[in-house]
């Protein structure tokens, strides 16, 4: 049995890109160049989604069936540490936040994980992209010259993979 191949979570990033559609991984990282990214991360939550389960009561056989019903996505909550004088990088978390309720507000989420093959033809990592809101930011506390974030991040459709390859970009 293979061994299960060890990645490095430290490594792994996260990009606030503007909203848009990523048919394959060259759009991902043409998007990556002008992406801000959300450094020191002090915690995440879950990238969760799913379907939903529905139970059918038969009228006849007093049993039931059981059948998928749609597809959900959740949130991740995120506590980000600003440098207190990092007034632009405040600023973009806000923004994206006061327009989260219109199209402006839309960005999409770009993780970046550390597993990119050391060979192949067009090698690139795993890439996990999914268009989202920030519809909660918590007051910032100061502590020493360091200001703390609590967000809220909506997952507005099921996150897509991008399963890291050394053949096909």
Not at 27 to 38: D, H, P, Q
Not at 102 to 128: F, K, M, Q, S, V
Not at 135 to 164: G, W
Request: charged letters at 15%; one cysteine or more.
């Amino acid at each position: 049995m293979a061994d299960i191949p060890s990645v490095d979570g430290i490594s792994t990033t996260f990009h606030l890109a503007a909203a848009g559609t990523y048919a394959a991984v060259s759009n991902i990282e043409t998007a990556l160049a002008t992406a801000k990214e959300i450094e020191n991360i002090t915690a995440s939550g879950n990238i969760d989604f799913g379907t939903w389960a529905v139970n059918t009561l038969s009228v006849f056989g007093g049993g039931f069936k059981k059948s998928i019903g749609g597809q959900t996505a959740g949130n991740m909550t995120l506590s980000v540490v600003f440098d207190a004088a990092n007034a632009t990088g405040q600023a973009d978390l806000v923004l994206a936040h006061s327009t989260a309720g219109t199209t402006a507000g839309y960005r999409n989420l770009i993780l970046t994980l550390d597993d990119e093959p050391a060979a192949g033809a067009t090698p690139h990592p795993t890439y996990i992209v999914c268009e989202i809101k920030v519809v909660a930011l918590a007051m910032p506390v100061t502590m020493d010259s360091s200001v703390v974030y609590e967000t809220t991040i909506e997952f507005m459709e099921v996150p897509l993979l991008y399963k890291a390859a050394g053949t096909t970009a």
